[in-house]
T-cell receptor
Framework: GAGVSQTPSNKVTEKGKYVELRCDPISGHTALYWYRQSLGQGPEFLIY????????DSGLPNDRFFAVRPEGSVSTLKIQRTERGDSAVYLC??????????????FGPGTRLTVT | AQTVTQSQPEMSVQEAETVTLSCTYDTSESDYYLFWYKQPPSRQMILVIR??????QNATENRFSVNFQKAAKSFSLKISDSQLGDAAMYFC?????????FGTGTRLQVFP
């Protein structure tokens, strides 16, 4: 595709519910990243995929958060038993390379999650 | 752990003037990469400029340039001939391996 796309653009859910956020990376990009941006803050790293496997999930805040990328393209971030503190913009990025190097991570427009 | 600090929550500049946004970082690594991203209200992060730590020459992209001081761990962004479209949040970011570490951002206002 032309760029990284994320769906939905906005999601409102009730506390305790389960949500799924989808990311479609740029075609051919092997690396995919999820970040979370709380109000007034910079994005914070959650998880990084190289192909189908999670290469680094050190940023996931707890076991309510889980992400998959079963075919090495589309990724889904899953949040169980949502809490009001999960409200944030969830950003996805992809890149054609990984590891060291001056390569660019291309970002999607994000999904704004609001937990009421 | 690496950290990135942007000490200016807000900055303003007159159209056609020059403005400098500050960024400092802390790391014990010698090989890393630094970036400035722009985030307009549409939320999409757009890469403005990037710098490899091993390069002494400051990066330049049209009206955007950086002042990279490795010993001082400083990476400021200079925007020349500011335009109304430059108004946005600007984030400084650090990367050594894969993940980006961002600062808290600087909101830039541009006045006509």
């Amino acid at each position: 595709g032309a760029g990284v796309s994320q769906t939905p653009s906005n999601k409102v859910t009730e506390k305790g519910k389960y949500v799924e956020l989808r990311c479609d990376p740029i075609s051919g990009h092997t690396a995919l990243y999820w970040y979370r941006q709380s109000l007034g803050q910079g994005p914070e790293f959650l998880i990084y995929f190289q192909g189908t496997g999670a290469a680094d999930d050190s940023g996931l805040p707890n076991d309510r958060f889980f992400a998959v990328r079963p075919e090495g393209s589309v990724s889904t971030l899953k949040i169980q038993r949502t809490e009001r503190g999960d409200s944030a913009v969830y950003l996805c990025a992809s890149s054609s390379m990984a590891g060291t190097g001056i390569y660019e991570q291309y970002f999607g427009p994000g999904t704004r999650l609001t937990v009421t | 752990a690496q950290t990135v600090t942007q000490s200016q929550p807000e900055m303003s500049v007159q159209e056609a003037e020059t403005v400098t946004l500050s960024c400092t970082y802390d790391t014990s690594e010698s090989d890393y990469y630094l970036f400035w991203y722009k985030q307009p209200p549409s939320r999409q992060m757009i890469l403005v400029i990037r710098q490899e730590a091993y390069k002494q020459q400051n990066a330049t992209e049209n009206r955007f340039s950086v002042n990279f001081q490795k010993a001082a761990k400083s990476f400021s962004l200079k925007i020349s001939d500011s335009q109304l479209g430059d108004a946005a949040m600007y984030f400084c970011a650090y990367r050594s391996a894969d993940k980006l570490i961002f600062g808290t951002g600087t909101r830039l206002q541009v006045f006509p």
